[in-house]
């Protein structure tokens, strides 16, 4: 494995609540992952008080367009609690706009009871599982485009976005699903999560994929952590988000100078076989998670 096989992506939910994160800091980190040729750049759906945004739906348009080429997507939305045709809708829009730029992460993600009332008029419960509604909104962008067919879903000579399944683990669903799905799992959500449990994951989709013909799964992994060259700027961003409430909890994070986190993160894809990396930087600011990037990018030579 060499360091130019790697596809490299960044994710972003956002770390600072306010405005000004959205249309300056936010924008800024989508231009420079741009600039630096990184693969696609994510914004997260979180319900969590300290964010400056809760749904990313109405974030993918602007940052598709203050950008060149770079993917832009959603890492990932929390199916359970939405419509898959409003969903289809929404992103063959945005991706007939952007062609071939538009990416759609679907996750299995709970929020709690009062975001739930909120999200739904009824209980989710009651409107279908996961598994029906991942069906559906498969089955509407690649079906759902014909003027003749309802339900209609223009434009109809528009483009579908990229499908990524986001998960700490492949959730329990009909194999035929996967067959149009990309999969990213997650090593800093869970703390308990350990390398050896995390290559089973990854194997356990690789065969349920080969078994059905797909010889090459795309697949890869969401990582915390952060790469600066100096080592007391690094201790001391883990110490400020250990002594504050962060504005997710990752684990197994992985930080050092250049060299360190370019060995770790070698170390790591070797021993997993997966050449897919997305990255959630932990600055404190932006302006340490954008020299991280810079990092990345000069290391892995984007």
């Given amino acids: 494995m060499l360091v130019n096989d790697f596809s490299i992506s960044v994710l972003d939910i956002g770390s600072v609540s306010g405005i000004n994160y959205i249309a300056n800091d936010l924008i800024n980190y989508a231009q420079e992952a741009d600039r630096l040729n990184f693969n696609r750049f994510t914004v997260g759906e979180h319900y969590n008080s300290m ?122 669903i009909n194999i035929d699903l996967l067959r149009t799905l990309n999969f990213t799992l997650s090593y800093f959500h869970q703390p308990d999560k350990s390398i050896n449990k995390l290559r089973d994951d990854i194997m356990i989709i690789k065969d349920k994929l080969m078994s059905i013909g797909q010889a090459q799964p795309r697949i890869g992994i969401a990582i915390a952590g952060l790469c600066l060259d100096d080592p007391r700027r690094i201790r001391k961003s883990v110490k400020f988000w250990s002594d504050n409430k962060p504005p997710i909890h ?16 070698m170390e790591l894809c070797v021993f997993l076989d997966v ?11 932006i302006n340490e998670n954008i020299e991280s990037i810079n990092h990345v990018s000069s290391m892995f030579k984007l």
């Fill in 250 to 265: 990752s684990f197994n994070q992985i930080v050092g100078s250049p060299e360190s986190y370019l060995n770790q993160i």
């Fill in 275 to 285: 050449y897919d990396l997305t990255i959630y930087n932990i600055g404190v600011d």
């Fill in 51 to 172: 964010l400056p945004w809760y749904s990313p739906d109405m974030l993918i348009p602007i940052l598709a367009g203050v950008t060149e080429r770079i993917k832009i997507g959603v890492s990932g939305i929390s199916l359970r609690y939405h419509s898959p045709y409003k969903v289809a809708l929404d992103y063959k829009l945005v991706s007939s706009l952007y062609p071939d730029r538009i990416s759609l992460g679907i996750t299995k993600g709970k929020v709690s009871p009062t975001i739930e009332k909120y999200l739904n008029s009824t209980p989710v419960s009651s409107v279908g599982s996961f598994e029906d509604k991942l069906q559906s909104l498969i089955e509407l962008l690649s079906k759902g485009g014909k003027h003749n067919t309802e339900p209609f879903l223009p434009p109809f000579d528009g483009n579908s976005p990229e499908l990524w399944l986001l998960g700490s683990s492949l959730p329990d």
